[in-house]
């Protein structure tokens, strides 16, 4: 079951509940982190189900999985070939050995299944770059929960570390050993890795949320002024909506429920509101004007909370490549 359709996430779990414990642990052994979240909260919530419901779901994932055949004779050539048309050689380069030889390679995956506290914890002592190093290759979400964490000092110099790496080194990445107690694969001759840099800065900073998001590029401003220009070039925040077409911004109202809207337009410019009005029905835009016009005051960090989840649902389009994002400096970001 596709968990990224509309209805994938239940289907899925109605899929996992007719297959008894014992099966469906063994899928779950396959899923990230977050598939396992996102899975384990839909089977939680799902009270009851028809027998109509599960045979109707069953039937279709039978049909599916029949109609899928493995039409290539060397499977290994098949994954190299593919990981580097999709993600290019350095990437594609990450992943092949762990794939086709069952390498973590990275030695971080453990960390992607613990909480950002408990990560914070484990690496507040270390050093910034260590610390940067193993931050970006976490989930932009996770880095920035994790950064939250830290002093503003620790975190301003980590992020500093972020913006500027090039790549990691195989060697470079073995100095994390000492972080996580791990082997990590590589050799001399390999290619670097394609991880860090500004966009990577970019997207950790816009889920650190507007407070310390403003102390961190202050803090790389006076570092260095282009780079940190450079940074919010590649930001797209919640008044960045404007710039979106009418197609785009129909889109995500599809995804986001008008109740989380109205929090985060509050405080919102005129033009962002009347942009988002003006791409609603007559009807569903006069009970929304009602609606915010009505809302009293709020707390900034319930607003900003309520962004975050509109930005998120945002870049999850961009990513599906159902819509193109503009960032603060005029830049498609791909």
Known sequence: MNMAEPNGIQDAAVLMMSLGEEEAAAVFKFLSPKEVQKLGEAIAKTKAITR???????????AVAAAQSLMVSDTGDYVRSVLKRALGDDKAALLIDR????NDISGIESLKWMDPASVSELLRN??????AAILVHLDYDQ????????????RNEVMLRIATMEGIQPAALKDLNEVLFKVLAGSEGARKTSLGGVKTAAEMINQLGTALESTVIESIRIHDPELAQKIMDKMFVFDDLLKLDDKAIQMILREVASEAFIVALKGAPPELKEKILANMSTRAAESFRED???????????VEAQQKEVLKVVRRLADEGSIVIVTGGDEAMI
């Open 52 to 62: 109509d419901r599960m045979d109707e779901v069953v039937n279709r994932f039978t």
């Open 99 to 102: 794939i086709l030889h069952g």
């Open 126 to 131: 270390e050093h910034p770059q260590i610390v």
């Open 143 to 154: 880095a920035a929960a994790i950064l939250k964490f830290f002093t503003e000092r620790q």
């Open 292 to 302: 915010l016009e009505s809302r009293g005051p709020m707390r900034l960090s319930e």
